[in-house]
């Protein structure tokens, strides 16, 4: 069946440090996948997405790689920050039938910052 | 420009006890959702509507309907509620539907705590 996964459910990294949160997915035909940052008591939060016919893609502070080959997703942010402390959900995208789009969640990693 | 706003923002209910979940959203998005988030199980999709006039559907659609009021409401509905039925409950939106057919990501609200006792 289909599933979105990430590799580890806590990371702790210093403040100023990069971070990088991994995800794999497993329906080699998802052609759209988004990364979100969801803050305690708070909705998630929309943070970058990639096509499939995209390796890589650069937003403020954050890079999203995307390998096919292996079907493995990851969001890179650079000298992160305090308020980067949130949990961070890779989604895959699917079509549906009625036209509108499903997204299959991971069940998230927890990032943490250390000052 | 508020995105997706949901009401109310806490509720505890009695098993049995029924309730409608408000969300609107001011972005002119075509498609909008419903979705629950648990402990260790992510986010699942209840309900989507992809257009106005349609609803759909999703994972874990049992115990619950929905309605499309217009293009900017989409309301959830527990008939009879049960403990099963505690989670946090999520809106979102996106503009995917109707004449656009593109990838979109989806908005999503601040959530509705439901305790079911």
């Known amino acids: 069946g289909e599933s979105v996964g990430l590799h580890l459910p806590t990371l702790s990294v210093q403040e100023g440090d990069n971070s990088i949160i991994n995800c794999a997915y497993s329906?080699?035909?998802?052609?759209?996948f988004i990364w979100y940052k969801q803050e305690s008591g708070k909705g998630p939060q929309f943070i970058i997405d990639?096509?499939?016919?995209?390796d890589k893609r650069q937003g403020q502070r954050v890079t999203v790689l995307l390998n096919k080959t292996v079907k493995h997703l990851s969001l890179q942010i650079a000298a992160t920050q305090p308020g980067d402390s949130a949990v961070y959900f890779c989604?895959?995208?699917?079509?549906?039938?009625?036209?509108?789009?499903?997204?299959?969640f991971g069940t998230g990693t927890q990032l943490k910052v250390e000052l | 420009n508020a995105g997706v706003t949901q009401t109310p923002k806490f509720q505890v209910l009695k098993t049995g006890q029924s309730m409608t979940l408000q969300c609107a959203q001011d972005?002119?998005?075509?498609?909008m959702y419903w979705y629950r988030q648990d402990p260790g199980m992510g986010l699942r999709l209840i309900y989507y509507?992809?257009?106005?006039?349609?609803?759909d559907k999703g994972e874990v659609p049992n115990g619950y309907n929905v309605s499309r009021l217009n293009k900017r409401e989409f309301s959830l509905r527990l008939e009879s509620a049960a403990p099963s039925q505690t989670s946090v409950y999520f809106c979102?939106?996106?503009?995917?539907?109707?004449?656009?057919?593109?990838?979109?990501?989806?908005?999503f609200g601040d959530g509705t705590r439901l305790s079911i006792l």
């Open positions: 979102a939106s996106s503009l995917r539907g109707g004449r656009y057919r593109g990838n979109q990501p989806q908005h």
């Open positions: 329906n080699s035909a998802s052609d759209y």
């Open positions: 990639i096509r499939s016919n995209m």
């Open positions: 989604a895959e995208n699917h079509i549906l039938t009625g036209g509108g789009n499903k997204l299959t």
């Open positions: 972005m002119n998005h075509n498609s």
């Open positions: 509507s992809a257009s106005e006039g349609t609803t």
